[in-house]
């Protein structure tokens, strides 16, 4: 097989990216609407019917909703700012651990965001600034909120090697290996792949936080400036912060019990629980970190299991195996 230079996998990546799709047509929709379909505004005897069930809204003429909207599984819940509301039927939703709930939204308060059809949020304390896509369980989150300003390309500044930077080295959320190898050579066209960054965020750039169709979230502290991807499955993490987690239904990462993400990258099927600490690395594909690891500016190789232990500064991997201190 015919080895394909740096500047044809670069092209590659930007061509067949289904992340990078799915972030520009979000970006590029126009108004607020941009997951729900065909919208219109409520009607009044819709907004009694909230009301009634002890909702309230800033300015219902800021709300809009799915043409078959019903306000029958909104219960207890604000609104303020621009929302845009799906539909819900009220049918079981998988919360995981055999516990399904009824779609809607409950004992929530929502601004500036879009809650998908068929979605649950349940008493989540804000989201702010999101898009929740078709399908997703919001269950016991305190906080979900964005700025404008959201880093979809996951790319990230890290110091391989020297702490101090001598090495550092900008990777993106669909990183593979061969491409990595590629950049850790001497003779790597840097300026093509600088450029290649460039396109890469502001293909990707968006000013909302996304949670993906068929997500599972419950009982987590807060996701702040983040997009998480399609199937992920997050419980009882701590802290998801200025962070992108890659993968889909068939192969979905997983963020346990305590863990803490902050300004990283973490790939399909990966697997972060037991109170590990990812900072300001990427963690490639069906990874393990586990029992209180600490990762900081660090890479992570495919298929890599890492618990007890702490990587500062390094290239790891693939199928690293570091436990203990």
Known sequence: MENKSLRQQLSLVL???????????????SGINRTVGQVRSPAKDEIKALLKQNNFCSDWNRILVHKDFSPEFIINSRFYGSCVLGKFSGRDIDCGDNIFLPTGIYNTIICNSEIGSESLAESCGVISNYIISPGT???????????????????ISINIGPETGERSLTVFAEMNLTILNELLRKECDRETYEKFIKAYRD????????IGEGCIIRNTISITDSIITSGTVVSGAGIIDSSIITGDNDNPAYIGYGAEIKNSAIQQGCRISSMALIHNSLI???SEC???CIISSSITGPGSSIGEAEITSSFTGPLTSAHHH
């Open 15 to 29: 061509e067949n990216s289904r992340l990078l799709k799915t972030l520009e047509s979000i970006r590029l929709a």
């Open 137 to 155: 369980a919001l269950f016991h989150v305190k906080n979900i909120s964005s700025s404008e300003n959201v880093n979809g390309s996951g790319s």
């Open 203 to 210: 293909d990707s750039a968006l000013n909302c936080g996304l």
């Open 284 to 286: 490639m594909e069906n």
């Open 290 to 292: 586990e029992k209180k």
